[in-house]
């Protein structure tokens, strides 16, 4: 059991975790005077962890909770996290926003979580997490729980992020991300001191696809990517997410430093045509991307590399990984 959130009311849209619904063959949502409605599957994410369910409300009056803007949220305002922790539909628990702009958990592909003291516990996920003015701010999705039990350190999906994978589920039925074309890292003391750099924070672009939109755009390795879109970076995690929730077409304003110099360029998100859905070749690799890369600097030409592997999937269970590369199949070197 979990929660959702109902964000349209006129359409009857549902936003929740995927891990809630994942391999359902039914999906009941149950309303809070106890009444059931059978719910379609829209679309799902398994790289931000985000469902989009639609229920027909047969008379029925749902009330949708306005979005709010998680990016006005910080550090210190009062959070509600509102939920169905084990099986207690309907419960409310109040706290603060411990920390913005978690990553690295593992827990999702593309993480960028509201880290809250209100008690989340099983079941929360897929539930709200609402500021003062009653509006959404976040949708609870996972704890850390090392006893097995809540110690007040749970996270959320920022409702910007959330609202953005809805919409392409919505309008595709999945999440159609785009590329750059650039392997980035995070700017570390011995990095900034090897590239003649005087800035604390950034991120180094360490690699160009060759007819990438990066290299359309003029960017160089070594360039230091300091703001996107106007926003400051501080990790390369950063910039991910934020390509990974651009539609293919959409432009991006990088700032960047060269030699001492901020500039800003702009560059157009395009498909990744370089991907290969690994099921369309064998369903024991499905859940695997695989696409070129540029080989190292001591090889020629390219490899071939498992650029996403989703969580749970048939791929993941056989050991694959994201950043493998593949030197032979069936012990033909390819």
Known sequence: LGSGVVVDDERGYVLTNNHVIDKADEITVTLQNGREL?????????????????????????????????????????????????????????????????????????????????????????????????????????????????????????????????QQLIEHGEVRRGMLGVSIQDLTPALAEAFGINAEEGVVIAQIAPDSPAAEAGLQVGDVIVAVDGQPVRHAAAIRNRIGLLRVGEQIKLTVLRNGKRMTVTATIREDTRQTNAAALTPRLAGAQFGEVQAPDDERGKRVAILQVQPGSPAASAGLRQGDIVLSVNRTPI
């Open 38 to 166: 059978t719910a379609e599957l829209v679309g799902a994410d398994p790289e931000t962890d985000i469902a989009v369910l639609k229920v027909k409300p047969d008379g029925v009056k749902l009330t949708a909770l306005p979005l709010g803007d998680s990016n006005a949220l910080r550090v210190g305002d009062f959070v509600v996290a509102v939920g169905n922790p084990f099986g207690l539909g309907q419960t409310v628990t109040s706290g603060i926003v411990s920390a913005l702009g978690r990553t690295g958990l593992g827990i999702e592909g593309y993480e960028d979580f509201i880290q809250t003291d209100a008690s989340i516990n099983p079941g929360n996920s897929g539930g709200a997490l609402v500021n003062l003015r009653g509006e959404l701010v976040g949708i609870n999705t996972a704890i850390l729980a090392p006893s097995g039990g809540n110690i007040g350190i749970g996270f959320a999906i920022p409702s910007n992020m959330a609202q953005a994978v809805m």
